[in-house]
């Protein structure tokens, strides 16, 4: 038994916790509990009333059984009619246990909001604070449904308590984190800044917290908080230690005040009135030179709590980035914690620094710890504070150290823990593209990060070297050596094995002149790890077979009789049997001529995105297939040997009588099989990655490098440090779309041009033009503040299947966008197939601190790669009947929301891209269209009808396409434009 | 703050508070993956861990664990001040409090809880203040419970 029962003993409690303490195992427990539920319940349904106290006993056993992990079905009306009780006490378990247990049933709501709105109304602060850390506890849409327009005016009424004021700040500010849109703002918004000049601390303390949540949302209306806040904290920071009286923490005046309040700072801009701004920066130096002054005490409380206000003004200094001289000070501050005893200090110092590196003022600072960071990385126990190590190497990296981190990293890599071995990995791998000089060093540093930690080498991380090597000529002959040494090793990774593979048979020609790695040589030094390898690296192996034989003509006789073997040719798994056929047979038939051509060397790839950059962003969500994967399965859309790849000459010249209806015919055979359907076989090795992607032309070598640019400030660092899959959602996952945004979608379907999005922050336009399957748009994003939107990044999203549908390939834009200014973001669109969801546009930027984000629809619709067809009546008719199947129409019949005029009507129909044909329809009131729907992988052929009734204000439109969802998809779109 | 978890060596959840809502299934889950790491950490480590998209701070107090969660942009080491003026208070309610206080009392150290914090922010950080409006409701209680608390006991004796 416990020596202290302050207060009421509820001594049945009591008894009742030693008995399940004394229980000798979980059964006996639960058995116990059982028998308590069973009393409780019959106590509850008892015909004898229950006095007041016994209801609080039973009540708070419920509790106590709750909290012990064990569901609690009754008891809840119990609690409730001790709300109203008139004892504190009992008001007081009441309160408690509607707290924890909340329960949604509407009538006890019901009846807890009337509880609460009583107490709340009688002006008794101990009730009505009960009251308050109710509301606040259970924070429920419907309890702010009920309160949050009370709450307000107990907050800034007169004569409130403090602790009532206290309980109503951060009680408001709970329902408006839940529910923003039920908290009013009004007229006691400007008081509640004005409590920041409150005399009591603790409703100051209270009250900053509900002011930075609030004028995060609100910037403008609560700036006036800016030089409140500064001469509160300069009066703290220059307080003597003893002068806060109990707010004082170990010789440290309102540490926690004074956290919240370089925090609400951190909301806005560096301010703008030069006495204000004068005032704050010597508070920061205060700070900082109090960092230096001996201890006041050797507690460590005083310690942590000192240096919490440090470390939250260093964020503030960091927050302006415009200091040059308080960056460097803040830190040297951080240097000297790199090496203190204390772990904690050490851990926040790194952290902090990451930060600090990514300064154009404080970079070099940072840099100079290099040696106490690489020290830390190698010698720190706690796995936590190495992370942190690494961290801040990648955030300081550039090129003039870039080669001694990421050797410290590999070397790092040798020994770290598993848990963060892949982030490792992909950090050294994008460290070293970018700060490459010469790509030996690049080549060198990728295999050795596979023969160290080959199982953490994602397939992103080999791609992307390939790529590389594959789009780089000086450094083919260099790489095709060392994987050749490489690969000389006796046991080494399946990944070495993949890339050597790959490497070798496009550039293994290169070394061949060297008797020690000729032909024959680099054929069997290859083929003597095929048999331990996977699937997916014999069927790349095969490829380098065929190769090779393009290659060596000498090795020819050896290959084919690699590929005869009864174990290629009748091997079990159908790709590999299907490559030792295809390769067997293209050997023996193909002329030297065609066999060069079609086993030329592979073109350099198509920049996009790094591929491992675009694997940090992936895993965050599924859906990994590329474009070039899907379609290959598809069999309708092309299949190896290229019968039915849309050639240009079809998709630039569609002649209204070939492929109106989609019923293409397929381009003449190609009797040798066509380059890019052989090239297609190597690629495939590739298909489940970005790098084989298709891509609209060929990007300048500049860019190469720039997809790597270091990644803004904070999400790369968040990304990288927690690489498995979160629950809640990461900062590469994107909101739902605005709830405008279909209406915003709409407006783009007839019209390429026009403001596509607009508030008080930004306005978006677009610019769009779109030819066969191919489409380019400018998006202009205007920042129409003063300030500067920061960590600006536009990014196109693709739900959905959509990605194999639609390639949209964007270009990176500048992360600061100053006030006042546009920036312009390029997108090159490709029409894949056949689509019905749009991609998303979802735009990140901090403004004045607080991150914005917004999701719109992109307006690119199935419509837009239309070609008009114009045709005679009989064609259209003949068409007309050909697509006849019910499957083939989409007709809606609807009421006209515009005046029905013909000359818009007419507009429109151009806009949505079809041809409109005259003399058609026997009713020259009608609209007859038609043209074609342009994607890769095929052409889809649509008719269109469109029949006013000015009588009735109505319309009918008929769509006929080759393809069922086309014609609904529509027959929707062009329906909400009349 | 986003939850307050304490518990025990033996991994005994004492007190738990959400700031956030969330289901229970969810809480559980959170706090036995969170428990489990927690004990497994040695002793000279870091207060400081990453966990999930939060910063994780925890203090050991004899054979209690204290153990918050903070977002990313919160202070580490007001936290763990904050965790210690939890202590703090609740020592000087209970005189030298041990676990078995807040096994015994848990109401109380809820109640006490809520003086401190509300809605996961700090509320009133002097221990005078908070002392007092527990006391005050202490006295309240003691008034009107005195007519009542020796037939409490017969009535306990009877349920047992």
């Not at chain 1, 790098?691 to 997809?707: N, Y």
């Not at chain 1, 050909?882 to 507009?907: G, R």
Request: net charge neutral.
């Amino acid at each position: 038994m416990p020596a202290v029962s302050k207060g009421d003993g509820m001594r049945g409690l009591a008894v009742f916790i030693s008995d399940i303490r004394n229980c000798k195992s979980k059964e006996a427990e639960i058995k116990r509990i059982n028998k308590e539920l069973a009393n409780i319940r019959s106590k509850f349904k008892g015909d004898k009333a229950l006095d007041g106290y016994s209801k609080k006993k039973y009540v708070c056993k419920l509790l106590f059984i709750f909290l012990l992990g064990h569901d609690i079905d009754f008891g809840h009306m119990e609690a409730v009619n001790l709300l109203s009780s008139n004892k504190y006490t009992e008001k007081q378990i009441g309160y408690l246990f509607i707290s924890v247990l909340v329960n949604s049933n509407s009538e006890l709501i019901r009846l807890i909001n009337n509880a609460i709105k009583n107490d709340l109304a009688s002006r008794n602060p101990t009730f009505m604070c009960l009251a308050l850390h109710c509301i606040a506890n259970v924070g429920s849409r419907e309890m702010g449904e009920a309160f949050a327009a009370d709450i307000p005016r107990i907050l800034v009424a007169g004569d409130s308590m403090d602790s009532v004021k206290q309980s109503a700040a951060l009680c408001l500010l709970r329902l408006y984190k839940a529910s923003p849109d039920l908290v009013p703002m009004g007229e006691w918004t400007a008081r509640v800044v004005h409590l920041l000049n409150d005399q009591h601390m603790g409703v100051v303390t209270a009250a900053v917290s509900l002011i930075t949540c609030l004028c995060k949302k609100n910037p403008d209306d609560f700036k006036t908080c800016i030089s409140l806040a500064v001469s509160r904290l300069s009066r703290i920071v220059s307080s003597a230690s003893t002068d806060l009286q109990d707010y004082t923490y170990y010789f440290v005046p309102a540490p926690w005040l004074s956290v919240k309040l370089l925090r609400l700072l951190q909301c806005y801009p560096p301010p703008e009135d030069a006495a204000v701004k004068g005032r704050l920066v010597e508070c920061l130096e205060t700070v900082l030179n109090k960092a230096q002054e001996p201890p006041k005490s050797k507690k460590v409380q005083h310690s942590n709590a000192k240096n919490a206000i440090l470390f939250e003004t260093i964020s503030l200094i960091i927050h302006y980035d415009s200091e040059p001289n308080l960056l460097v000070r803040a830190c040297n501050q951080l240097g000297q914690f790199l090496q203190h005893r204390e772990t904690n200090l050490r851990y926040l110092a790194l952290e902090s620094m990451c930060t600090l590196a990514s300064s154009e003022f404080s970079h070099e600072a940072v840099k100079t710890h290099i040696d106490t960071v690489i020290n830390a990385l190698k010698t720190e126990r706690d796995v936590s504070v190495r992370q942190r190590a690494a961290d801040l190497l990648y955030a300081m990296c550039d090129r003039s150290n870039a080669k001694q981190i990421v050797s410290e990293m590999l070397r790092y890599l040798e020994t770290a823990d598993y848990a963060i071995r892949e982030e490792i990995v992909l950090k050294v791998a994008i460290l070293a593209e970018k700060y490459a000089v010469d790509y030996s060093w690049y080549v060198d540093t990728i295999l050795n990060l596979i023969r160290i930690a080959g199982d953490y080498v994602s397939e992103e991380v080999w791609y992307r070297v390939l790529q590389i090597v594959t789009n780089r000529d000086d450094v083919q002959g260099y790489a095709a050596k060392t994987v050749f040494e490489a690969l000389q090793a006796p046991a080494c990774h399946e990944n070495m094995v993949k890339v050597g593979g790959y490497i070798l048979g496009e550039f293994g020609n290169l070394i061949a002149g060297d008797p020690r790695s000729s032909p024959p040589v680099q054929f069997s030094l290859l083929h003597s790890k095929f048999h331990l390898c996977s699937v997916a690296t014999r069927a790349l192996l095969l490829s380098t077979y065929i190769k090779f034989i393009n290659l060596f003509p000498e090795t020819k006789a050896t290959i084919q009789g690699v590929l005869r073997a009864g174990s290629q040719l009748r091997n079990a798994d159908v790709e590999l049997q299907q490559r030792a056929v295809e390769y067997l047979t293209l050997s023996s038939v193909a002329s030297t001529d065609v066999l060069a051509t079609v086993l030329e060397e592979m073109p350099p790839f198509p920049e996009r995105e790094s591929s491992i950059l675009a694997k940090l962003k992936r895993k965050k969500g599924p859906g990994a297939g590329s474009a070039l994967d899907d379609s290959r399965r598809d069999p309708s859309s092309n299949d190896i040997n290229g019968g039915v790849e849309p050639t240009p000459s079809t998709v630039s010249t569609p002649s209204p009588s070939a492929d109106l209806l989609g019923l293409r015919a397929a381009p003449p055979p190609a009797a040798p099989p066509a380059t890019s359907g052989a090239g297609n076989l190597l690629v495939d090795v590739f298909s489940d990655g970005p790098a084989a992607q298709p891509s609209l032309g060929p990007t300048p070598e500049e860019a190469f490098l720039s997809e790597l640019e270091p990644p803004a400030p904070e999400s790369p660092m968040a990304l990288l440090a927690d690489p498995a899959p979160a629950a809640d959602p990461g900062p590469e996952d994107i909101g739902p779309p605005i709830p405008e945004a279909d209406e915003l979608l709409n407006k783009f379907v007839c019209k390429n041009n026009g403001v596509l999005f607009e508030n008080q922050l930004l306005q978006i336009g677009v610019k769009s033009e779109f030819r066969q399957n191919l489409g380019r748009m400018y998006l202009f994003y205007g920042n129409k503040t003063s300030v500067q939107f920061q960590n600006f990044s536009p990014t196109v999203v693709h739900p959905g299947d959509l990605q194999t549908q639609l390639a949209v390939q964007t270009k990176r834009v500048a992360a600061q966008v100053d006030g006042g200014a546009q920036v312009q973001q390029v997108l090159n669109i490709e029409c894949l197939r056949d689509f019905l969801t749009p991609p998303l546009l979802s735009v990140r930027f901090r403004y004045g601190g607080a991150p914005q984000s917004l999701t719109l629809k992109l307006p690119v619709t199935i419509n837009k790669f239309f070609q008009p067809t114009e045709m005679a009546a009989q064609d259209f008719f003949q068409r007309w009947k050909q697509l006849s199947l019910p499957q083939q129409e989409a007709q809606k019949i609807f009421k006209a929301n515009h005046p029905m005029d013909a000359e818009v009507t007419k507009a429109k129909l151009l806009g949505f891209g079809s041809a409109l044909l005259d003399n058609v329809d026997p009713n020259p009131e009608n609209f007859v269209g038609a043209g074609i729907i342009q994607t890769k992988a095929l052409q889809v052929g649509c008719l269109l009808r469109l029949e006013p009734n000015a009588q009735a204000q109505m319309y009918r439109l008929t769509l006929r396409t080759s393809k069922e969802p086309v014609s609904r998809h529509l027959c929707e779109l062009l329906a909400q434009q009349f | 703050m986003q939850f307050m978890l304490l518990f025990s060596r033996q991994g005994k959840l004492r007190l738990q508070k959400w700031y956030v809502p969330l289901s229970d299934k969810e809480k559980k889950k959170i706090t036995r993956e969170l428990v489990q790491t927690v004990l497994a950490r040695k002793p000279k480590m870091c207060s400081f861990l990453e966990w999930r998209d939060l910063k994780i701070v925890y203090k050991r107090y004899a054979s209690l664990y204290f153990c918050c969660a903070i977002e990313d942009q919160d202070n580490e080491l007001i936290t763990l001040e904050i965790i210690h003026r939890y202590v703090e208070l609740l020592d000087k309610y209970f005189g030298s409090v041990c676990e078995l206080d807040i096994i015994f009392n848990f109401e109380k150290a809820y109640f006490i809880l809520d003086e401190f914090l509300l809605g996961g922010e700090v509320q009133e950080t002097s221990k005078k203040n908070v002392l007092k409006a527990i006391e005050q409701a202490d006295l309240l209680q003691e008034k009107t419970e005195n007519m009542y608390h020796s037939k409490s006991f017969m009535g306990c004796k009877k349920a047992y």
